[in-house]
């Protein structure tokens, strides 16, 4: 398997049509992977916003003055009623806000970026990102012939570990998951239990070469990766019900409250 950036993409502002910009710039096979970065994708979708246009709530006014008297870190309560707008549910308000996001990622700040926005204060996550990697992949066939799958990715914590890793927030063309279950180890076990999350190695695996900060290379192409013949899935978010890392935030954050 080959990971390799898509070197020379512009500034991408408003408008701008990712799947053209890669299509001039590196030739695609089928069957190759193009791992997206959310970041262009929003860009695109004109998903920048102001702080001076949010009206900070009395949720959002909580929120930056628990941060401040838990972490001793000052909280835009502005900034906090972005988040607030942008999750479906806030799960932890203080020393950080964790939430989930409308299409069901949970992360930190709901993945708002400060970084590498030269027009805006900030730059929300893209609203449907499996709709937009499908709209990407669309754009490509049309122009190349080619029907690669494109994931849109995005770097996101780790509970339990230190730092960042790529991870997909949206996906086309390719099943979200390998999943072993049934099939049998080397000593005749069966699995029970391994569900491959492919889509999230495949992301972390392109942020190695996309790199973070100053870079300027938000897209790379994964070559010749094979599923194999196993059973596909294609949930990658656990059910709500069943999450209990989740339920256990809920319980304490109310015990907080």
């Not at 916003?49 to 941060?67: D, F, G, M, T």
């Not at 409308?102 to 204060?121: E, K, M, W, Y």
């Not at 080619?146 to 063309?173: E, K, Y």
């Not at 049998?184 to 491959?196: I, K, M, N, S």
Request: glycine share 8%; with cysteine; charged share 30%.
């Amino acid at each position: 398997m080959e990971v390799f950036a898509v070197e020379g993409l512009p500034e991408v502002r408003p408008g701008d049509d990712v799947a053209e910009l890669v299509v001039e710039r590196t030739a695609l096979r089928d069957g190759d992977v193009i791992c997206v970065a959310s970041t262009i994708v929003s860009k695109a979708n004109g998903r920048q916003a102001s702080l001076s246009s949010y009206e900070p709530s009395e949720q959002a006014v909580r929120i930056a003055e628990s941060i401040e008297a838990v972490a001793g870190e000052e909280k835009d309560p502005r900034l906090a009623q972005a988040i607030i707008e942008e999750c479906e549910e806030v799960l932890v308000e203080a020393p950080f806000v964790l939430g989930v996001t409308q299409f069901g990622h949970i992360t930190v700040n709901a993945g708002i970026d400060r970084s590498n926005v030269p027009d805006a204060d900030l730059l929300l996550l893209p609203e449907d990102p499996a709709a937009d990697a499908e709209a990407i992949r669309a754009g490509i066939r049309e122009r190349t012939g080619v029907a690669p799958a494109v994931i849109v990715t995005d770097t996101s914590g780790r509970p339990f570990r230190l730092g960042q890793r790529g991870v997909a927030l949206g996906w086309a063309g390719l099943p979200a998951s390998r999943d072993w279950r049934g099939e049998r180890d080397r000593e005749g076990r069966e699995l029970e239990a391994t569900v491959q999350a492919v889509v999230d190695e495949l992301a972390a695996a392109a942020n190695l070469v996309t790199g973070e900060g100053d870079g300027g290379t938000p897209v790379a192409v994964v070559r010749d990766f094979e599923f194999g013949d196993h059973a596909a899935s294609e949930q990658l978010f656990r059910d709500p019900e069943k999450d209990i890392v989740r339920q256990a935030l809920r319980e304490w954050s109310h015990a907080r409250d």
